[in-house]
């Protein structure tokens, strides 16, 4: 007779619903199926992982991993394999590829080229566009759709929904959480002028300034009243962002970025040039402390990383032809495990800001918790490890992270894809398992 688990995970500490608890993990075909003192004879392998600490996978809701047409950034290989020995088991990818992600096409190509190639587990947004907003509603109940995302600003061609008629047409075609980039483009194309033909980086949050981040927001939740659609406003960077977004707590949900909370202008600009560049910008320490203090009041739902990487010689052109935008998906957990250590962030509330959080809003199904019959996603890390985030670790293929050579206390050790260990200690391990996530919503 066969033992009744395939994976026993023996004497760590367990980041359950109710709390921590040290408690042993028995995995059985690919789902969590005992938690507590289990016979360490009973599984086929087990995993030692005494002082470790077990917390469920964390979900990156927001990357974008450049496949198809850009590959010489980031593919779905090196960028999924990032992810994960980033400890991230598993990501919503964002629809501003060559081409877009506007059709059901595109969107089964991105799936198609996935399979087998994805290290954790993977959806797709489909893009908001004028031509596509009668599809919207379909296209969101897709397999492997991660929902509908919209550009307000700082995208090209049909992918850009500027004005308010399209953007009501698109809240109104759909039932599913809108996420929605928020920079007013009428304001940036008037501010223009101030970098136009060349100018320091530092000029970057100038150009794009706090006022452009709050009238895109101040308009989007407007339409979201009116339409009563739910909205995810994604990397939100503005004190004045976070005065307006209590009042539209019925319909909408707010996420931060690891980077908007651990860097600051004018310092950033300073030292990493147009490393730091990125859309919405590295802001102000005073905008910095006010992301804290809404995420210390339960204003924030969730943390992505908005993992955008660009070539080391593309960031190198003079401002503003400089691209916009820095790898985040491997550096997410330590980034955000150093702010614990730091005392500035509870574990508890990194678990629901990066895996409960990320489930809750976009209604992921079996994930975002350590619960049984859930996914076994486990993101294992140790708290006391100190390590150095350097550029040689990072295996985005852009190969570089604007937290070269910064110390953090807290690493993630090994990372389980549905029972798979597919990271530990530091090596990536087996064969690309990810598939595809499933959502509560269009589950049939």
Same mark, same amino acid.
Request: glycine letters at 10%; charged letters at 25%.
């Given at each position: ?13 367990? $980041?359950?619903?109710?709390? #921590?608890?040290? !408690?042993?993990?028995?995995?059985? @075909? ?11 004879? !009973? ?9 470790? &600490? ?54 089964? @190509? ?7 190639? =994805? ?6 947004? $489909?893009?908001? *566009? ?15 759709? *991660?929902? %509908? ?20 047409? +698109? ?6 959480? $809108? ?13 223009? !002028?101030?970098? #136009?033909?060349?100018?320091? $980086? ?7 300034? !706090? /006022? ?30 976070? /005065? ?5 707590? @019925? ?32 802001? /102000? ?14 204003? %924030? ?6 993992? *955008?990487? &660009?070539?080391?010689? /593309? ?23 150093? &702010? ?30 350590? =619960? ?22 990072? +295996? ?25 260990? %597919? ?7 087996? @064969? ?13």
């Amino acid at each position: 007779m066969s033992p009744p688990y395939d994976l026993i995970l023996h004497g760590g500490t367990c $980041v359950l619903p109710g709390g #921590e608890a040290r !408690a042993d993990i028995g995995i059985r @075909d690919g789902r969590i199926a005992a938690i507590g003192a289990l016979d360490q004879d !009973a599984a086929v392998s087990r995993f030692e992982v005494r002082g470790l &600490h077990l917390l469920p996978g964390v979900i990156d809701s927001q990357v974008h991993m450049r496949e198809p047409g850009l590959e010489h950034k980031e593919d779905f290989a090196s960028g999924t394999m990032a992810a994960v020995l980033g400890g991230v088991t598993a990501v919503m990818e964002m629809p501003n590829t060559k081409p877009n992600t506007t059709t059901a096409a595109a969107l089964a @190509d991105k799936a198609r080229r996935a399979k087998g190639r =994805a290290w954790c587990d993977m959806a797709f947004f $489909v893009g908001a *566009a004028a031509e596509n907003v009668e599809q919207l509603a379909e296209l969101e109940r897709l397999p492997a759709c *991660a929902g %509908v995302k919209v550009f307000m600003g700082s995208s090209t061609g049909s992918l850009l929904v500027e004005d308010d008629a399209t953007l009501a047409q +698109v809240l109104a075609n759909g039932t599913r959480r $809108v996420a929605v980039h928020c920079e007013d483009e009428p304001r940036l194309r008037e501010r223009f !002028a101030m970098v #136009e033909g060349g100018a320091p $980086v530092s000029q970057h949050p100038h150009w794009r300034d !706090a /006022e452009t981040a709050r009238r895109a927001t101040e308009r989007l939740l407007r339409l979201a009243r009116g339409t009563q659609r739910r909205v995810h406003v994604l990397h939100v960077t503005t004190a004045d962002e976070m /005065e307006i977004l209590p009042d539209y707590r @019925d319909l909408a949900t707010v996420e931060v970025t690891p980077q908007h909370l651990t860097l600051s202008a004018p310092e950033a600009y300073e030292r990493l040039g147009s490393l730091a560049q990125m859309n919405p910008p590295i802001r /102000e320490t005073a905008h910095r402390d006010a992301l804290w203090r809404a995420l210390d009041q339960g204003l %924030v739902d969730c943390i992505g990383s908005d993992h *955008a990487p &660009h070539t080391l010689e /593309e960031k190198a052109q003079a401002y503003p032809k400089s691209p916009s935008g820095m790898p985040g998906v491997q550096t997410l957990v330590p980034i955000l495990l150093d &702010h614990v250590h730091a005392g500035r962030l509870s574990l508890t509330r990194f678990v629901d800001l990066t895996s409960a959080g990320p489930a809750r809003l976009y209604g992921v199904a079996g994930k975002g918790r350590i =619960a049984l019959g859930y996914d076994a996603d486990l993101t294992i890390v140790d708290l006391k490890a100190q390590r150095t985030i350097t550029n040689q670790w990072i +295996v985005s293929r852009c190969g570089w992270t604007p937290f070269d050579g910064m110390k953090v206390t807290g690493w993630p050790e090994a990372t389980l894809v549905r029972g798979h260990v %597919v990271m530990r200690d530091g090596q990536v391990l087996g @064969d690309p398992i990810g598939a595809a996530i499933r959502y509560q919503e269009c589950l049939s």
